[in-house]
Structure formats: structure tokens, C-alpha cells
């Protein structure tokens, strides 16, 4: 039986040694063979030539090296369409994803009857704290607004069944939010909760923005919540409207000597209500980029050379 590993590289000359004499110390207690498969995701460090001179020095170290970064994203999908194993794990090579966990994953799968098992990190001890507020603010949204569900401080980390991952290559759209898509799929799922670590070397690639985006873009992905808000703020505003209109008729009749006044309010609720028009719009726009991005069927990645072009192989 074998076990693929797959691990996204962006960046990591320094880490992909030390993450590769780790696994061994934990690989020789487990009675798969392992199968590592490294996609260097457009790294513009010495990723690929770590890649190659360890892929040369082992017959089961694979690589896919992109034409550009393409994220983490696509590098996951590419791993998984390549991998042969019986069972499949997903990983970081920064070690923050700990490889000690990995026979109590397979004793879950092989003796508990789970078809995968996912980690999450029990704190954010290391990590900035509005990054954590912010963490904890998308995670409650999103399981309102989605049929989804998403689990803070899950991580990618997790090993499946060869049914999981196939059902997975199964969902082949461009705007790949990993965590939804996992989810997404079903299956009988544990999740091992572990504390969390700081990277062993080199630095995160994820800026706070970079976050931001990947979260509105995770909402997006799987939710249409955001499209109702168009329908019920025009809802209420007309309702408003309406009211308003039999309030000045009903005024003029009682009344017909009061001039009418409020030069001022007028202005600010015509800015208040095309500021909501503009944000509709905009939300709107959101997922008809979505569409657009979808229709062109792009190749989610392009490969530039594996472990077959290495010529020390
Ligand atoms: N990564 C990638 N492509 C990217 C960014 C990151 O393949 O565009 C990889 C990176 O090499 C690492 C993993 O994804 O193995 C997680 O990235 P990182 O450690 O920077 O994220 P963090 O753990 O800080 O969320
Ligand atoms: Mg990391």
C-alpha cells in the first residue's frame, strides 16, 4: 500500500531539507511506501534545485514545477491528480503541519472506519492578534451564510482515501477555495486538534490583504448570500419610499399652507441610496468576474518540468 505526500512549495529552498529529514524519521515507524510529490508553485528562489537534487538522491521523490505561481490552490489540485497512493495527505513543508500526527491519521482511516482525517489548530499562539479576530469574524460569517461548513483554525493538513481525493479532482472549477471544496465533498470526517507551531525556517507568503482577499473570495465561492442584500435593501428602501410619499399627500391635504423644507436630508438620502445602488452593483460584479474567470476554462495550472525532465534521475 502507498502514501502520497503532497506538498506546495512556494519559496522554500531553506525548508524542503529539513521537511524531507523529518518525514524520514517518521516514514520508517509506518509500513506504507511513501510517495513525495513537491509542486514548486513559480518559486523565484532555489526551490527547484533542492527539488531536483533530492529527487535524484530518492527513487520516490516526485516534483511538478509550474510556469508561474499559480497559489496554493492550484498547487494542491495538481498534486492530487498526480498522486497513485491508496491513502493521500495534503501538507505544508514550513513543519507547521506536524508529521507526527500521520500514524494516528491512518490508524483512524485503516481501524475507525473514517474516510479522512482533518487537523485544526487549537490556539493562534504566534500569530498576529487581529489576523486571529479577523480569522474568527470570516469563520462565524461564513458558516451563517453558507450550507458549507468551514471549522476555525482548520487546516489544510489531512489524509484521505483514494475515493475522497477522486471525488475532489471531480470539483474542476478555476476559483479553487481549498477549505470549501474539502468540505464540499462529504464523507465521514474526524479532525485532530493540535498546538499550533511557527514555521522552522524561511518567512509566510500570506500578508494580511492577501488574506482579506482570499476570504472575500472563499465567501464568494460559496455562499449567494451577499446577492439577497441587493433584494432586501431595495425591498426596504421602496417600502420607505412609499410610506414617505403618503406621509407628504396626507400632509398637503391637513395642512396645505406648510411649505415643504429639508433641502439637506434630500441631499444625504440621495447619497446614502446611491451608495447602496454602487454597492450592489459591486457585489454583483463579484460574481459575474466569477463567471467570466469560469467560462474561459483556463488550465488551473501549467507544468514546466517534472522529475521525468531531470536529467540526474
Ligand atoms: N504556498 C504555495 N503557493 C503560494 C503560497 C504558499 O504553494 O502562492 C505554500 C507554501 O510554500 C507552504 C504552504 O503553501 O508550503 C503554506 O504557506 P505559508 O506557510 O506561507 O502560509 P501560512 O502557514 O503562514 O498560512
Ligand atoms: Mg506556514
Redesign the pocket.
Known amino acids: 500500500m502507498k502514501l502520497s505526500v503532497i506538498?506546495?512549495?512556494?519559496?522554500?529552498e531553506v525548508t524542503i531539507p529539513i521537511f524531507y529529514e523529518e518525514m524520514q524519521k517518521i516514514q520508517s515507524e509506518i509500513e506504507y511506501t511513501f510517495e513525495y510529490i513537491f509542486?514548486n508553485?513559480g518559486s523565484s528562489d532555489n526551490t527547484i534545485e533542492e527539488l531536483r537534487k533530492l529527487s535524484s538522491k530518492h527513487e520516490n521523490v516526485r516534483y511538478i514545477s509550474f510556469s508561474r505561481?499559480f497559489?496554493?490552490e492550484s498547487?494542491l489540485y495538481a498534486g492530487l491528480q498526480a498522486s497513485t497512493g491508496e491513502l493521500v495527505t495534503v501538507m505544508?513543508?514550513?513543519l507547521?503541519d506536524p508529521p507526527e500526527l500521520i500514524p494516528e491519521m491512518i490508524d483512524l482511516i485503516e481501524n475507525k472506519g473514517f474516510d479522512c482525517v482533518t487537523t485544526r489548530r487549537e490556539n493562534r499562539d504566534g500569530e498576529p492578534a487581529i489576523r486571529s479576530f479577523f480569522a474568527k469574524k470570516f469563520y462565524q460569517l461564513i458558516n451563517k451564510i453558507s450550507d458549507t461548513k468551514m471549522t476555525n483554525g482548520a487546516r489544510d493538513y489531512r489524509l484521505m482515501t483514494r475515493q475522497v481525493v477522486d471525488s475532489i479532482l471531480r470539483l474542476s472549477e478555476s476559483n479553487r477555495f481549498s477549505k470549501g471544496l474539502f468540505s464540499w465533498v462529504g464523507y465521514k470526517t474526524t479532525f485532530l486538534s493540535f498546538k499550533n507551531r511557527e514555521?522552522v525556517a524561511g518567512q509566510?507568503?500570506?500578508s494580511f490583504w492577501k488574506l482579506l482577499k482570499y476570504a472575500i473570495n472563499g465567501i464568494s465561492d460559496f455562499s449567494e448570500a451577499p446577492l439577497h442584500i441587493a433584494t432586501w435593501s431595495g425591498g426596504f428602501f421602496s417600502t420607505l419610499a412609499g410610506l414617505g410619499i403618503v406621509w407628504i399627500i396626507i400632509r398637503k391635504i391637513i395642512s396645505p399652507e406648510i411649505a415643504i423644507s429639508g433641502w439637506s436630508s434630500i441631499i444625504c438620502l440621495i447619497l446614502f441610496i446611491g451608495g447602496i445602488q454602487l454597492l450592489c452593483l459591486g457585489i454583483l460584479g463579484e460574481y459575474i468576474g466569477k463567471i467570466f474567470v469560469e467560462t474561459k476554462k483556463r488550465p488551473i495550472y501549467i507544468v514546466k518540468e517534472t522529475e521525468k525532465d531531470n536529467p540526474n534521475k
Open positions: 506538498i506546495p512549495c512556494y519559496n522554500e509542486i508553485d505561481n497559489g496554493k498547487a505544508d513543508v514550513d507547521q514555521r509566510t507568503s500570506w
